[in-house]
Each structure stands twice: as C-alpha cells, then as structure tokens.
T-cell receptor
Framework: NAGVTQTPKFQVLKTGQSMTLQCAQDMNHEYMSWYRQDPGMGLRLIHYSVGAGITDQGEVPNGYNVSRSTTEDFPLRLLSAAPSQTSVYFC???????????FGAGTRLSVL | DQQVKQNSPSLSVQEGRISILNCDYTNSMFDYFLWYKKYPAEGPTFLISISSIKDKNEDGRFTVFLNKSAKHLSLHIVPSQPGDSAVYFCAASTGNTGKLIFGQGTTLQVKP
C-alpha cells in the first residue's frame, strides 16, 4: 500500500518558470490538502479539496493553483515561480473531515 | 494571525523522564485537535488526537490534555525515549472542512 506519493522529491526552478507538483493517494480518501513548511512557520495550508471537483483556498493560496479531477490525484501548480515559494511542500489525505491526515514524504523546492 | 501557537521552539529532556509539549489556540470554534511527529526528510506522522468534548486522551506513552477554558492543550510523553527526538506539531480543525491549522512546531531532544 503506497499511501500518499509525491513527485518529484527535489526540484530547482528559475524565477518565472512554471511547474506542477504531483500528489497521488491510493486509499480512496475524499479529503486532500497541500501544505508548505518553512522554518519557524510550521505547516501552512495552501489549498484543500473535500472531493473530486471541489477545491478551496487555505491560509496561503496566492501563487498556487489546484484542481481535483479524480479522487486519487491532487496536483499543485506554480504558474510563475518566485523565490518566496522556496519551501518544502507536503500533500496529505484523509477519509473524512475528522479523520487522520496521512502525509507524503514531501517535495523540496528551490526557486533561484 | 497565528491561530495555533507553540511558543517553545525546542525542548530537551533526559531519557526516562517526562516530556511536556504545549500548544495554545485562539479560535474557540476548533473542535478537533491532533499531534503530529516529524523526522527530518520525512512527512509528518499522526501521533494522537482529541475531540473538544473530551479533556484527556491516552495512547500508550502518549497523553493529550485539553483545557478548553484556557484554549490550551499539551502532549505528555512518559517515559521519554531517544527515538522520540523529533519535531512535534499540534494542529486544530473546525467543522467538517478537513482543514488543519498547524502550530510552528517544537523540536524535542531526548538525551540518553
């Protein structure tokens, strides 16, 4: 059972480039979320989804887009990367709102 | 405004002693609280949770206490083991959105 899989594990971008961080889960979970972790800031919610076709903004959504076309996948898109988006990104999923969220191993992104 | 705060960035305890990690929150609508543990280069893993209708939940060496009037929760680890050395995050959620709001994290070091 793979759980939550994030790709790539590492990525270096130049300012202005675009990319998509992939997240897939094989647990048939309804809820999926994206967080970023920065030193001294903990994990901050970027976007989340309560089911296929439904997404909403979290605490720090600016500069990021998401879509949820299937239950399994929840990609995070950076349309024009900025140095302020240098961070470690985590994807998580859970069966329900009050269920445990399971996290992927993270994507470490550097924007130069 | 930080709705969930962990005011101690780090904590060092001796093996076998008790570790107490603290967390404060400001939003009285939070009704579900969780603690996550994170090792370097890994995603957070769930440790223990508590609903707002309870004031204590215990799981082996881990106990979470909730004081709603003080908007404060704490995680007790007894006895502490070197393998407990990690970053600990508290998180809170409200309603059925599945959104988690995290604190900044506390780095626990358990010395042999």
């Amino acid at each position: 059972n793979a759980g939550v899989t994030q790709t790539p594990k590492f990525q270096v971008l130049k300012t202005g480039q675009s990319m998509t961080l992939q997240c897939a889960q094989d647990m048939n979970h309804e809820y999926m979320s994206w967080y970023r972790q920065d030193p001294g800031m903990g994990l901050r919610l970027i976007h989340y989804s309560v089911g296929a076709g439904i997404t909403d903004q979290g605490e720090v959504p600016n500069g990021y887009n998401v879509s949820r076309s299937t239950t399994e996948d929840f990609p995070l898109r950076l349309l024009s990367a900025a140095p302020s988006q240098t961070s470690v990104y985590f994807c998580a999923s859970s069966r329900g709102a009050k269920n445990i969220q399971y996290f992927g191993a993270g994507t470490r992104l550097s924007v130069l | 405004d930080q709705q969930v705060k962990q005011n101690s960035p780090s904590l060092s305890v001796q093996e076998g002693r008790i570790s107490i990690l603290n967390c404060d929150y400001t939003n009285s609508m939070f009704d579900y609280f969780l603690w996550y543990k994170k090792y370097p280069a890994e995603g957070p893993t769930f440790l223990i949770s508590i609903s707002s209708i309870k004031d204590k939940n215990e799981d082996g060496r881990f106990t979470v206490f909730l004081n709603k009037s003080a908007k404060h929760l704490s995680l007790h680890i007894v006895p502490s083991q070197p393998g407990d050395s990690a970053v600990y995050f508290c998180a809170a959620s409200t309603g059925n959105t599945g959104k988690l709001i995290f604190g900044q994290g506390t780095t626990l070091q358990v010395k042999p």
